[in-house]
């Protein structure tokens, strides 16, 4: 189990950025295979492609750290029994009307 600060992507965002640049390369290649594209074209899809999936990589990490270090920094939520409640504020103690051994 990862630890609460170690950042995790979500699998499908490198499903969807590998499916849409394989049919994005696919299409390049298929053009460039019938001479409808020039090799330079097919080599500029190529780079494009390449930066674009290494751009994506970094924000995804980028966002998982700082999810990461969100969920550090914040706690899990306030208790809705206990002196750490909400209502505690205001003295009310949604406990209190329990007798004793938890009872009513």
Known sequence: MASSSQ???DSRHFVV???VS????????LLWVVDV??????LGVLVAVAVAQAVVVMLLLRGAR????????????????G???PGARYGYDPMGDLGQ???R
């Open 7 to 9: 950042p995790t992507v």
């Open 17 to 19: 950025m590998a499916t």
């Open 22 to 29: 394989g049919l994005v390369l696919a299409a390049t290649v």
């Open 37 to 42: 594209v020039p090799f330079g074209v097919f």
């Open 66 to 81: 700082e999810r990461a270090s969100r969920a550090d920094r914040l706690p899990g939520g306030a208790s809705t029994i």
């Open 83 to 85: 002196p750490d409640s």
């Open 101 to 103: 051994g938890g009872r």
